[in-house]
């Protein structure tokens, strides 16, 4: 039986990590892996897409845990103008005021239409006690699954949970992982049910899309897989290019680029990652 302290030397797998494998391994090895030889710390490229996403996530963080009667009292816009200078300038990678200016108005006009359109934001929600759920997902191969779902609905008439997820920017593929992943740590993590999940597209739409529940067994299998992948790279420390590209793929070359020393330091970040940010031209390699 694995204890708290086995944590610490096991491979954490999250939808994060598992979509940057399967793009490119060395994308992972990057982004996941690799330290600053200098700090020891782990480095993360900012963007203006991330900024975006990060903004408006840490806007649902902050009254996820509040009264249902108490979300909506302070303006979702306001909440976001008072996050917003954490990403401003250099720190959420934006090369001009313009292009700043662009994308945060593209985020107020998200909550303005979820204020409009509040749906399950004025519903019962759950919150979870970890900061960032976790279980054992393989003890055997020492593998933690880990993620972090944007909205939990308590649906009291089934006792069940409906795990709603925020997009705020393209439509999600078919193929992701995303919702089999938080449909294994929403089952592994609470007690209740899942009866439902569904995307809401904050960029277009002024409700829920929803999607078939993935099945349990099969999310198992897919997730499993990609985990032994990823362990068996680890182990070999084999983290090959995907298109094995000289300086890198679309994927993986602005990491090379930030290890290479092209990359602006603007910051530490969540879980004490460097923040590097990348000229326009690094960014479209």
Same mark, same amino acid.
């Given at each position: 039986?694995?204890?708290?302290?086995?944590?610490?030397?096991?491979?954490?797998l999250?939808h994060?990590?598992?979509?940057?494998?399967?793009?490119?391994?060395?994308?992972?090895?990057?982004?996941?892996?690799?330290?600053?030889?200098?700090?020891?710390?782990?480095?993360?490229?900012?963007?203006? !897409? +991330?900024? @975006?996403?990060?903004?408006?996530? &840490?806007?649902?963080?902050?009254?996820?845990?509040?009264?249902?009667?108490? *979300?909506?009292?302070?303006?979702?816009?306001?909440?976001?103008?008072?996050?917003?200078?954490?990403?401003?300038?250099?720190?959420?990678?934006?090369?001009?005021?313009?292009?700043?200016?662009?994308?945060?108005?593209?985020?107020?006009?998200?909550?303005?239409?979820?204020?409009?359109?509040?749906?399950?934001?004025?519903?019962?929600?759950l919150?979870?006690?970890?900061?960032?759920?976790?279980?054992?997902?393989?003890?055997?191969?020492?593998?933690?699954?880990?993620?972090?779902?944007?909205?939990?609905?308590?649906?009291?008439?089934?006792?069940?949970?409906?795990?709603?997820?925020?997009?705020?920017?393209?439509?999600?593929?078919?193929?992701?992982?995303?919702?089999?992943? !938080? +449909?294994? @740590?929403?089952?592994?993590?609470? &007690?209740?049910?899942?009866?439902?999940m569904?995307?809401?597209?904050?960029? *277009?739409?002024?409700?829920?899309?929803e999607?078939?529940?993935?099945?349990?067994?099969?999310?198992?299998?897919?997730?499993?897989?990609?985990?032994?992948?990823?362990?068996?790279?680890?182990?070999?420390?084999?983290?090959?290019?995907s298109?094995?590209e000289?300086?890198?793929?679309?994927?993986?070359?602005?990491?090379?680029?930030?290890?290479?020393?092209?990359?602006?330091?603007?910051?530490?970040?969540?879980?004490?990652?460097?923040?590097?940010?990348?000229?326009?031209?690094?960014?479209?390699?």
């Amino acid at each position: 039986m694995k204890t708290d302290e086995d944590k610490f030397s096991a491979i954490w797998l999250s939808h994060s990590s598992i979509s940057d494998f399967l793009t490119c391994p060395q994308l992972y090895y990057y982004s996941h892996v690799y330290k600053n030889p200098r700090s020891g710390r782990k480095i993360t490229l900012m963007n203006p !897409y +991330l900024a @975006l996403g990060q903004s408006i996530h &840490t806007v649902f963080d902050e009254i996820a845990g509040l009264p249902v009667e108490e *979300r909506l009292k302070q303006s979702l816009v306001d909440r976001f103008e008072h996050i917003w200078p954490s990403v401003s300038g250099k720190k959420g990678g934006f090369s001009t005021d313009k292009q700043e200016q662009e994308y945060k108005e593209r985020g107020r006009s998200m909550l303005q239409r979820i204020t409009h359109n509040p749906g399950p934001i004025i519903r019962k929600a759950l919150k979870s006690k970890q900061d960032i759920p976790w279980f054992w997902f393989s003890e055997k191969d020492n593998l933690i699954l880990s993620g972090k779902i944007d909205w939990t609905e308590y649906i009291e008439e089934t006792n069940s949970i409906h795990i709603i997820d925020f997009k705020t920017g393209r439509k999600q593929d078919s193929n992701s992982l995303q919702l089999p992943i !938080y +449909l294994l @740590l929403a089952t592994k993590t609470q &007690t209740r049910p899942v009866s439902k999940m569904s995307y809401w597209y904050l960029d *277009r739409d002024d409700g829920l899309e929803e999607v078939p529940i993935p099945d349990f067994d099969d999310s198992f299998e897919k997730v499993m897989k990609v985990g032994q992948r990823v362990k068996l790279a680890r182990q070999l420390h084999h983290y090959k290019c995907s298109t094995d590209e000289k300086n890198g793929c679309r994927a993986c070359a602005p990491y090379f680029a930030i290890v290479q020393g092209k990359g602006e330091f603007v910051g530490i970040g969540e879980f004490n990652k460097e923040i590097y940010i990348l000229p326009d031209e690094e960014v479209a390699l």
